[in-house]
């Protein structure tokens, strides 16, 4: 609470005057020079004040800078110190000038507070909110030796005159001189008759700076609830546990019913609509800012790969002409231009993003308590109209719902202001460092261009000659792919040794046979991640896509290890048909009316046709034992055909087989489906 502390010595010795002044005139005369002491005091006591001001920025504050000692906080120890000297010099300058007023001086300085009350105010508000804060620096400082010693050695050596021992002696006189103005100003009320022409004046000033030191008590009320409650907690799960109680739980408790109410519209929610357009407008900037910090991340990123020289240097292998050209200039923008620009956007774009974000943690976490809160005090107006009365612990929680929402009504919208203000700037930042990016690319663009065959050639010409050269390579591409159909012989099998036979059963089992790849010719690998692979290996598709979404090299697992390869040296291993009579393997019917489960013979028999023998085959996972009449025994490996891939009831967990002429039910989870025993792979060019 602002309030005096400690003597006023000018004060003191104003009264001694006053006093001995007394002895000397009429009674009559004495309120007329009471009030000219008064005034007096106010004018000789200002002066007083605004030197010592200046003794505490110019010399003391200025001597511990230059010690620089990076334990002490300046910042916290004197506040906004700078702007009440300022105000306070203007404003005993406007006093010392009333002096010539003679008989106007008593509306001159009534006009004077109520010209300086909203400035004062503001001032004084920020510094009386920070004071508390300032007498813990002190105290801590003095459990300091070497901090104290230093701290000691400055009020010696600027101010030895005041007899000083602690910082505190001038830390305390902005507080003492706003509380004391409302004094000040009554007593030369008292001492002026009701009938004057300045006595209204004065009792409109001395009610102005009552209300000002009233607004700043009010002030710091607020602040202090506020610290109370922005400061984002980081708790463990045991940490919470330990903070609940009963009376915790049941506040959270009604504070949830409450909520649920208002959801379901049981309840009216309280409304207002100055504050709900604050919240919005600073839930905007919050998840503005969120979303800006993420996409400038991304764009980093992005450029980064975009810039990186790999694509000519490592996978076509072309070291002369203009090939080579472009390598040595995506070398200079990636090893120089780009950390260059990295620095420069961490610097003004990112530190500054980041410095915003925190600074909005705060008052995210005010606006959270404030639900809360309002849910409490919802609950506590419902009590008091029912009961007519609340309890202290209910006053109070209302009170600080009250504290909270005036102080985010007072303050967002200058918060908001100034976030958005730093956004704006921010965003102006990474515009300008855009531009500088791109001139300097196309500088040096320029630069490589003009090193080349065609650098100067008109742009029409230029586009002219790439079009007939992409017209001649498509011609050439086109007779090279007649060339080669018409040259390649018919396909070789290419046979799998059984090692390999496992491997795709084991591969078939894991991906499904719509996976499978062959391997058209043999793959060393030359990066990290890469596979080493011979002619003919069969692999599984994990992902047709590497890790920075070049579809020109596939993720593959080959039975074991797993990798990346070229997507161009691989085929799919699809079935090879071939005519063999005999092979027949029976359709599913699909109709449900046409579901028969009879294990007797067929009405008719069908005539055999010839038909395509399948790559793959359905065999026995696992071995199964039958357990009635209805099922059939297997053994691992073994061969069946399916019949029905359900049961009666349709269930597809059990399915209808053939084994060797034996019909009955097998789990269909121990079904895979593997190439045959012989399988035809790949064709290959020799």
């Known amino acids: 609470m602002a309030s005096a502390r400690g003597a006023d010595p000018d004060a003191e010795d104003a009264a001694e005057t006053e006093e001995a002044t007394y002895e000397e005139v009429k009674p009559c005369n004495r309120m007329e020079l009471s009030q000219q002491l008064a005034v007096e005091e106010l004018i000789t006591t200002e002066a007083s004040y605004v030197h010592n001001i200046q003794l505490c920025v110019s010399d003391i504050r200025a001597h511990l800078q230059k010690k620089q000692l990076p334990d002490l906080d300046l910042e916290g120890l004197f506040s906004n110190t700078d702007d009440i000297l300022h105000v306070s010099r203007r404003f005993l300058k406007g006093l010392e000038a009333t002096a010539a007023q003679e008989h106007e001086q ?36 003095r459990k300091d030796p070497r901090l104290q010693e230093e701290i000691l050695e400055t009020l010696n050596a600027t101010v030895p005159h005041t007899g000083a021992s602690d910082l505190s002696f001038f830390l305390v006189m902005p507080v003492q001189r706003v509380t004391k103005y409302p004094l000040l100003l009554g007593k030369i009320l008292e001492n002026t008759p009701t009938s004057a022409s300045a006595y209204p004046a004065l009792q409109a000033a001395v009610r102005a700076m009552t209300q000002v030191n009233a607004n700043i008590n009010e002030y710091k009320r607020r602040r202090e609830v506020a610290t109370k409650y922005n400061k984002a907690e980081h708790l463990t799960l045991r940490d919470r546990f330990a903070r609940l109680n009963t009376h915790s739980i049941a506040k959270k408790t009604t504070r949830l019913s409450r909520l649920f109410m208002h959801e379901a519209g049981i309840v009216a929610k309280m409304e207002d609509r100055e504050y709900d357009n604050l919240e919005e407008k600073f839930q905007c900037v919050v998840s503005s800012v969120a979303v800006l910090k993420e996409n400038v991340a991304s764009y980093l990123g992005h450029l980064e790969a975009f810039l990186l020289p790999t694509p000519l240097k490592c996978e076509l292998q072309i070291n002369e002409g203009p090939a080579q050209q472009y390598q040595r200039f995506a070398e200079y923008l990636h090893c120089a231009v780009f950390p260059e620009f990295k620095r420069r956007l961490d610097r003004l774009v990112c530190q500054p993003l980041c410095s915003l974000s925190d600074m909005l943690v705060g008052p995210q976490q005010l606006v959270k308590k404030r639900l809360d809160k309002l849910l409490d005090y919802e609950e506590i107006q419902e009590r008091k109209s029912e009961m007519g009365s609340v309890t202290y612990d209910e006053e109070a929680a209302m009170n600080t719902y009250l ?27 990474f515009s300008a460092l855009q531009q500088d990016l791109a001139a300097q690319v196309l500088q040096q663009a320029q630069k490589e261009l003009e090193q080349m065959p065609h650098g100067r050639m008109p742009l029409p010409s230029f586009w002219k000659m790439v079009e007939d050269t992409l017209q001649q390579s498509g011609a050439q591409l086109r007779t090279f792919c007649q060339t080669f159909e018409t040259v390649t012989p018919s396909p070789v099998t290419q046979p799998l040794n059984p090692a390999e036979e496992r491997k795709v059963l084991s591969l078939v089992s894991k991906h499904g046979p719509d996976k499978l790849y062959q391997v058209t010719s043999n793959i060393s690998g030359s990066k990290d991640l890469d596979l080493t692979l011979q002619r003919g290996q069969i692999v599984a598709l994990l992902q047709s896509v590497d890790t920075k979404g070049n579809t020109s090299r596939w993720l593959v697992d080959a039975g074991g290890p797993r990798g990346f390869v070229p997507a161009g040296k691989l085929q799919p291993y699809c079935p090879v048909q071939s005519q063999q009579p005999g092979m027949q393997m029976p359709a599913l019917e699909s109709s449900t009316e046409g579901r028969r489960h009879s294990y007797a013979a067929p009405e008719a028999p069908r005539p055999q046709v010839a038909t395509f023998t399948p790559a793959f085959q359905v065999v026995a996972g696992f071995s199964f034992a039958a357990r009635s009449p209805q099922e059939v025994s297997l053994q691992a490996g073994q061969p069946v055909v399916v019949l029905e891939p359900h049961d009666k009831k349709g269930s597809k967990e059990w399915s209808l087989v053939d084994v060797n002429g034996r019909r009955g039910y097998v789990p269909s989870s121990y079904l895979v489906t593997v190439p045959v025993q012989k399988p035809v792979g790949w064709s290959l060019p020799v």
């Open 106 to 141: 008593l509306l001159c300085i009534s006009a004077l507070f109520q010209e300086f009350k909203e400035e004062m105010e503001t001032i004084y508000k920020i510094y009386c909110a920070s004071y508390e804060h300032a007498l813990l620096l002190v105290e801590s400082y």
């Open 403 to 429: 504290a909270i929402n005036a102080l985010l009504v007072a303050e967002l919208p200058q918060f908001n202001q100034v976030a958005l203000q730093l956004l704006g700037e921010i965003l102006c930042s």
